[in-house]
T-cell receptor
Framework: SQKIEQNSEALNIQEGKTATLTCNYTNYSPAYLQWYRQDPGRGPVFLLLIRENEKEKRKERLKVTFDTTLKQSLFHITASQPADSATYLCASNTGNQFYFGTGTSLTVIP | GAVVSQHPSRVICKSGTSVKIECRSLDFQATTMFWYRQFPKQSLMLMATSNEGSKATYEQGVEKDKFLINHASLTLSTLTVTSAHPEDSSFYIC?????????FGPGTRLTVL
């Protein structure tokens, strides 16, 4: 069955370091992948979208890569700050179905 | 742009009552809206896809008679939880399809006593 997975439930890093979150997909080929940020008790907020023909996308301190060979997307936050602490979700769709990963809870330690 | 609102943000009700949640796209039109449910420390689970002017498409295991969805206009979809029970207590989130993907509402916390 089609799956999208985020292997790490939680990630703790020191302030100023680069956080790297992983999203893997199996049994389908998404046309694009999206990354969202979700704070407790709030709906997800869209961050970045990367298409299958794009290797990398950047937005300020965020960088997303899409490797169709590895079936993987990496989400990087450079120069991380405590305010970046949140749950980050990857998501994609195939046809009419929209899949979310289970999310990675990032904690940036001051 | 691409703002989605939900109302109410929180609701507490007694078991057996019905609760209506509204989802509005404020500055764009959405022919397709989605309803999700999220339990603590879990990811979003798609409940149904709501299409303007037609019946909603429910995911497997979601009771369509219990979770009534109406998408009467291009900017409004409603989810009614009928005869709510404590196990229906959850965080309900809607989204609307925009140019860059889905835009999410802030969510509605439902607590059924």
């Amino acid at each position: 069955s089609q799956k999208i997975e985020q292997n790490s439930e939680a990630l703790n890093i020191q302030e100023g370091k680069t956080a790297t979150l992983t999203c893997n997909y199996t049994n389908y080929s998404p046309a694009y992948l999206q990354w969202y940020r979700q704070d407790p008790g709030r709906g997800p907020v869209f961050l970045l979208l990367i298409r299958e023909n794009e290797k990398e996308k950047r937005k300020e301190r965020l960088k997303v890569t899409f490797d169709t060979t590895l079936k993987q997307s990496l989400f990087h936050i450079t120069a991380s700050q405590p305010a970046d602490s949140a749950t980050y979700l990857c998501a994609s769709n195939t046809g009419n179905q929209f899949y979310f990963g289970t999310g990675t809870s990032l904690t940036v330690i001051p | 742009g691409a703002v989605v609102s939900q109302h109410p943000s929180r609701v507490i009700c007694k078991s057996g009552t019905s609760v209506k949640i509204e989802c509005r796209s404020l500055d764009f039109q959405a022919t397709t809206m989605f309803w999700y449910r999220q339990f603590p420390k879990q990811s979003l689970m798609l409940m149904a896809t709501s299409n303007e002017g037609s019946k909603a498409t429910y995911e497997q295991g979601v009771e369509k008679d219990k979770f009534l969805i109406n998408h009467a206009s291009l900017t409004l979809s409603t989810l009614t939880v009928t005869s709510a029970h404590p196990e229906d207590s959850s965080f309900y989130i809607c989204s609307a399809e925009g140019q860059l993907g889905q835009y999410f509402g802030p969510g509605t916390r439902l607590t059924v006593l």
